[in-house]
Structures are given as structure tokens and as C-alpha cells.
């Protein structure tokens, strides 16, 4: 029956709803012995089944609120809650053990084979019509139903070879792209030392030709204060022909005084000649 206990709405209306659900229990046990149908008795198992797992949730999320509201009602309130808990889950846990002996039951009697599952739960109609019992198939409907079921088998195992070969050729190709990724960072690596070794060869080149270009100004400068002194050395001696201070170039004497001397040289001749 439904509690007397001051609850908040929210445990109310759980707690009702759980009430609901082991009255609906009590009556769907009840049937189960008027029921003479193996399979009406299965299919009632079922549905009394997944009753109680609803009334389980609920259970659990009764438990949950109340935690949450623990703080906010007296110690009273709060072991009165938790009794109330308790006693459902005892409750419960009576039809559990029930479902398990008419479970037992209909195992004993009539050994359930499932035949064409589809990957579907019991509870999904499509599974429901898949399922027969064995003490009405003849041994020709078990042999052809064995047969089918070996066939799918064969057949998932073929699906599972494919996926299998698929995935060794994935790799495979994986493995010759990382290969060939491989060698193009080697020849990458292999290219940049080169270019590093030409880098170092051109600054040595620089290096050298920076030297030469030196060496040759230097030579030049040289060249230039030479040939610079030799032209003032004959301007000198141009404009100051009579300077003895300033020695006479090789092949550079005046060529007044040379012909001065010549002409002494020709009259000495000529009188030597005349005695």
C-alpha cells in the first residue's frame, strides 16, 4: 500500500509509481498459474521481467533524491525513508526469487532454442518470432534450422576474412607510403648537406677572392706613388734643369746640355784637324 510518510513530490510520485509496479507484479504472478501455455507463460515472464527492472530504476533514483534531501529533514524522516527503501527493495527482491522459480519451471518442462538471431534483445518482437520451442519442431525443422544457423556462421566468418584482408592491405600500403616518405627525407637530408658543403665552399671562395682583391689594390697604390714620383722627378728636372741636388733618371738628361756637349766635342774635332 502506498506510505504515510511526509516525502517531497518528487519521492511521491516515485514512490507511488513503485507501488504500482509490485501491484502490477502481484497480479501478473497470480495468472502465471492459470496460464497452460508454455509460450504465454514465457511471454508473461518477459513482461513481469522488464517490470522489475523499471521498478529497480525507480528504486535507485528514490535512493538518489533521498540522499539529496537527507540534510534538509529530521533524523526521524530520514530513518523512516530508508526503511521504507529498504522494505521495497526486500519486496522486489521476493519477485526476483519468484521469476526465477517460474523461470526453472518452464526451463525443465520445455528447453528454449533460439534460432535466426539477428543481433536484436529478447524483448524486440522481431527476436520474440525468432524463437521456438523445441518439443513442437519436428527433428527435420532442428536439422534445417542447425543448417541455416551453420550458414550464417559461414558466412559472418567469410564477412570477418574480408575485413581482415581489407585491413592487412590497408597496412600494407601504409607501410610503403611511410617507406617511400622515409627515402624522401633521406634524399632531402642528403641534399642539404650538399648545399651546406657548396654554402662553405663559396664563403671559402669569397674569402680568397676578398684577399686577392686586397693584395692587387695594394699593388696598385704602390704602382700609382711610383709612377706619381716619376713625373714629379721629371717636372723637377724640366723646370730646374741646372739643379745638382736632384740626380739625373737613366736615359732622362736635359737635352739642351747634351747638345752643348756635342757641339764641344765637334769643335775640339774640327781644330784638332786644322793643326
Known amino acids: 500500500m502506498a506510505s504515510d510518510l511526509p516525502m517531497s513530490p518528487e519521492l511521491e510520485q516515485i514512490d507511488g509509481q513503485i507501488h504500482?509496479?509490485?501491484?502490477?507484479?502481484?497480479?501478473?504472478?497470480?495468472?502465471?498459474?492459470?496460464?497452460?501455455?508454455s509460450n504465454r507463460q514465457a511471454k508473461q515472464?518477459?513482461?513481469?521481467?522488464?517490470?522489475?527492472?523499471?521498478?529497480?530504476?525507480?528504486?535507485?533514483?528514490?535512493?538518489?533524491?533521498?540522499?539529496?534531501?537527507?540534510?534538509?529533514?529530521?533524523?526521524?524522516i530520514n530513518k523512516q525513508l530508508?526503511?521504507?527503501k529498504q522494505f521495497m527493495i526486500k519486496e522486489l527482491n521476493s519477485y526476483v526469487?519468484?521469476?526465477?522459480?517460474?523461470?526453472?519451471?518452464?526451463?525443465?518442462?520445455?528447453?528454449?532454442?533460439?534460432?535466426?538471431?539477428?543481433?536484436?534483445?529478447?524483448?524486440?518482437?522481431?527476436?520474440?518470432?525468432?524463437?521456438?520451442?523445441?518439443?513442437?519442431?519436428?527433428?527435420?525443422?532442428?536439422?534445417?534450422?542447425?543448417?541455416?544457423?551453420?550458414?550464417?556462421?559461414?558466412?559472418?566468418?567469410?564477412?570477418?576474412?574480408?575485413?581482415?584482408?581489407?585491413?592487412v592491405e590497408s597496412g600494407a600500403q601504409t607501410a610503403a607510403a611511410l617507406t617511400q616518405q622515409t627515402e624522401q627525407m633521406k634524399r632531402i637530408g642528403n641534399e642539404l648537406d650538399s648545399v651546406h658543403f657548396s654554402l662553405k665552399k663559396a664563403s671559402q671562395l669569397v674569402k680568397e677572392i676578398g684577399r686577392q682583391v686586397a693584395t692587387d689594390k695594394c699593388i696598385m697604390a704602390?704602382?700609382?706613388?711610383?709612377?706619381?714620383?716619376?713625373?714629379?722627378?721629371?717636372?723637377?728636372?724640366?723646370?730646374?734643369?741646372?739643379?745638382?741636388?736632384?740626380?739625373?733618371?737613366?736615359?732622362?738628361?736635359p737635352p739642351a746640355q747634351n747638345y752643348q756637349i756635342n757641339n764641344r766635342r765637334l769643335m775640339w774635332a774640327d781644330n784638332f784637324i786644322g793643326v
Open 20 to 37: 504500482d509496479i509490485f501491484r502490477a507484479l502481484q497480479n501478473g504472478f497470480q495468472k502465471m498459474d492459470k496460464i497452460k501455455d
Open 82 to 84: 530508508n526503511d521504507r
Open 97 to 167: 526469487t519468484l521469476r526465477k522459480t517460474y523461470q526453472s519451471s518452464l526451463g525443465n518442462n520445455n528447453k528454449r532454442v533460439e534460432l535466426f538471431d539477428m543481433g536484436a534483445g529478447s524483448s524486440e518482437p522481431a527476436a520474440e518470432d525468432n524463437i521456438q520451442m523445441a518439443s513442437v519442431m519436428t527433428n527435420q525443422q532442428l536439422i534445417d534450422a542447425g543448417r541455416t544457423q551453420m550458414d550464417q556462421t559461414d558466412q559472418a566468418i567469410e564477412r570477418s576474412k574480408m575485413v581482415v584482408a581489407q585491413t
Open 45 to 76: 515472464l518477459e513482461d513481469l521481467t522488464g517490470k522489475m527492472k523499471e521498478c529497480k530504476r525507480l528504486i535507485k533514483e528514490f535512493d538518489r533524491i533521498l540522499k539529496d534531501e537527507e540534510s534538509n529533514n529530521p533524523p526521524e
Open 222 to 253: 704602390f704602382l700609382f706613388l711610383i709612377v706619381v714620383g716619376v713625373i714629379a722627378i721629371i717636372v723637377v728636372k724640366i723646370v730646374h734643369p741646372n739643379n745638382k741636388n736632384i740626380r739625373d733618371i737613366p736615359g732622362l738628361a
